[in-house]
Every structure is written in structure tokens, then in C-alpha cells.
DNA sequence: CTAACATTGCAATAGCATTGCATCATTATT
DNA sequence: AATAATGATGCAATGCTATTGCAATGTTAG
């Protein structure tokens, strides 16, 4: 088990510490994306800087993505396609339920194709959807 | 001209008083979504709460709406559908450019219907595509 | 004219993101 | 094996944006 994830961490070129197992680790166990501050409260005692210096050193390993999901707090996920510091492939839909405050990845649901105005050249998009859950949901 | 103005805000129900006068003037005259850092350098000397309440104002009366376009501060533009405090409307996608910095409204570019997982039930939407605008690209 | 209400401006605060620096651990070098 | 060099961690401190409380001012209605 601890070896799957610490070769996971030395695929990404992350050397792989203690703190960086125990996060990573604590990672693949959520399902929705979390905040600084889940991950804090998750792992006590923990120095808080320490979590997000590693989120963002996972971050530029391409091992997370992070998400505005325009709640104000930024959102850390991992990421499930092969993605490097450079370029992250997470086109992928997130989705924030305004019942339960939980922000999710939809990886399987891409973005579709846009066709901008002219000479518009696109990069990177974001595209967060709000609203009901599948478990917030009646049925 | 100033009656123009005076008139939109009536219209929303808006009472026009001479500080909101001046901010939706200049709010028409941007061709990008402004920050409240922007809105308070483009008024001096003006107050910025009361900036910050003016556009709260604005947007509940749904005559602006914000976007949060991943730079960590909330930009505002004028509403160009017909929106109320309840639904906005703003269902374009916003571009932000990295080369120029400015994020700017596509009315015309709508977003896509997207299929999501069962009983995900969408509310709203914020498309935000980053890359390089058609001021910034080069011919 | 005065009371009631809306708007404005100042002061203060909260929360998240971020950096500087000192300490500790690990690896490389001789 | 000892030491230098590099990387990781933890603490303190800061910056910036968003936000609220309250007092002062302006505006409207009776």
C-alpha cells in the first residue's frame, strides 16, 4: 500500500518524504477536492504552511490541480489523467453542490468544443457548474 | 447622455444617486471586466467601501455581474442581458488574457449544453477560458 | 420642520494566500 | 566518516481582498 503511493510520488519526480506520503495518502482517500484548511484539520498536528507548500509542490509536479469553484477558498484534487508540471490535462467539469459545499471533479465529463471569436487563442479553461448533487438529490 | 444612465438605473430599481451615477458611467465605458482595485483608481478620490456596497447594489438589482476568473480578485461587468437580482442571465463565457491581464466578457459565446452524471442537477455556470486575447495575438 | 430612511465614509476585522528565515534532514563530496 | 550542499519543514510575519459596524450625512415623506 505505502509503496504504491511512494512510487506514485517518485513517477512525478517528488521525493518522497514522510509529510508528502501522509498527504498524498490522505489525498486518495477523499472524494471531493479540499480546501488548505480540510487538509489541515484532516492530518493534526500539522504546520499549515508545510501543507501548502506541498500542495503546491504536487501542484507543479502535475500530481494535483487546484480549483476555483468561486467559493473563495481554493480547492486541491488529484489529478486522475497523466498530467505534468507543465501542462495539466484536467479539462474535466467540476461540479460544486450548494447543499453539502462540496466541490467534486466529473472527469468524465469534458468540456466541449468552443468556438471563440476571432483570434481569440485558448490555453486552459475552467468550467465549474453549480447546483444539486448526486447525493444531495431527491430522487 | 446622463439621462441615459439616470434611466437604466431606474430601471432596475436602483435609486440613482450621484455616486452610482458616476460608477455606471464609468462602467460603460470599459471594454473589460474591472476589479474594485480598478474601479477606485479610475473614481479617486472616492471611498472604497463605498465602491464595494455601490457594485453589491448593482449586482443584486442585476445590472452587473461578477466574475471570478482565477486570479484571486473578483472583476465586475455590466450585465448586457436582461437580468434581475434573482437570475442572472450571464451565461457567456468570460476570457482572461495572460498576456494583457484583462478578462473580458463574450456575450456571443455561449456555453454548451453539457451532459452531466445522473442526478447532478446544474444551477449555474462559470466558464472562464484563459489564453491569449485578439488585441494580444499576433496576426 | 422634523422624523424616518437610505447612502456614504471611516475604522476595524477576518480569512486566505504567501514569503523570509532559521532549523532540521538528507544526499553528495572528499 | 566528516563536512558541505541541497532540500524540506516549521514558525513568525505580512499582504491583500472582502466584509461588517457604526457614525455622519443627505434625502424623502408626512
Redesign the pocket.
Known amino acids: 500500500m505505502k509503496k504504491d503511493i511512494e512510487q506514485r510520488l517518485k513517477n512525478k519526480n ?2 518522497p ?4 506520503l501522509l498527504v498524498l495518502d490522505f489525498l486518495t482517500q477523499q472524494n471531493a477536492a479540499i ?3 480540510d487538509l489541515e484539520k484532516g492530518m493534526e498536528p ?5 501543507l ?3 500542495l ?2 504536487f501542484e507543479e509536479k502535475g500530481l494535483v490541480h487546484h480549483i476555483d469553484d468561486g467559493t ?3 480547492k486541491y484534487a488529484l489529478c486522475l489523467e497523466e498530467c505534468d508540471g507543465d501542462h495539466h490535462h484536467d479539462l474535466h467539469v467540476h461540479f460544486y453542490c450548494t447543499s453539502c459545499k462540496e466541490t467534486f471533479c466529473l472527469p468524465n465529463t469534458k468540456i466541449p468544443e468552443i468556438s471563440l471569436p476571432k483570434k481569440f487563442r485558448p490555453e486552459e479553461m475552467n468550467l465549474v457548474i453549480k447546483g444539486i448533487c448526486d447525493h444531495c438529490s431527491p430522487d
Not at 500539522?46 to 508545510?50: A, G, Y
Open positions: 517528488i521525493n518524504t514522510a509529510m508528502r480546501s488548505l484548511n500539522s504546520d499549515r504552511i508545510t501548502y507548500r506541498t503546491k509542490t473563495g477558498t481554493t
